[in-house]
């Protein structure tokens, strides 16, 4: 019988398909975006079942748990059933960057608002996009 063989976590990050390239998952590590109980974890630290990874990717950010190991890439179907997405629903459902906000649209051929419109626009947005 072969001895199962031990998965590093840049691994089994690329094979989930957290990142699109291997590469990409060992710069994550080695810069300190994969942190397993608040410790940054090397690209070479072996994963076990049942731990808890903080991984970012740029502004997002996602708690992942091991729930089976996955030694190689696989469709997307079968990789999102081999771990549990544990991120806050606050933090998903938060604006991640200014292009993902609420806009006000105005219609086709409408011209340029009024300056009355323009207040009004401004008193419903209620200084959402002000500086504190």
């Known amino acids: ?3 199962i063989e031990k998965l590093r976590i840049d691994k089994y990050l690329w094979a989930i398909r957290l990142f699109k390239t291997r590469s990409l998952a060992t710069d994550a590590c080695k810069a300190g975006r994969v942190k ?3 410790q940054n ?3 070479s630290a072996i994963v076990k079942v049942g731990e808890i990874y903080q991984v970012s990717k740029g502004i997002e950010k996602k ?3 091991v729930v089976e190991l996955l030694y190689n890439r696989v469709e ?3 990789a999102v059933t081999k771990y549990k997405d ?3 629903v606050e933090e998903t459902h938060a604006f991640k960057s200014m292009f993902h906000a609420p806009t006000l649209k105005r219609d086709r051929g409408a011209g340029r608002p009024t300056k009355k419109e323009r207040r009004e626009t401004d008193d419903l947005i209620g200084g959402m996009f002000d500086e504190a």
């Open 76 to 78: 997307a179907k079968i």
């Open 41 to 43: 974890s090397k690209p």
């Open 63 to 65: 708690v992942i748990e």
């Open 1 to 3: 019988m072969k001895e």
């Open 36 to 38: 397993l109980n608040g």
């Open 86 to 88: 544990l991120t806050p």
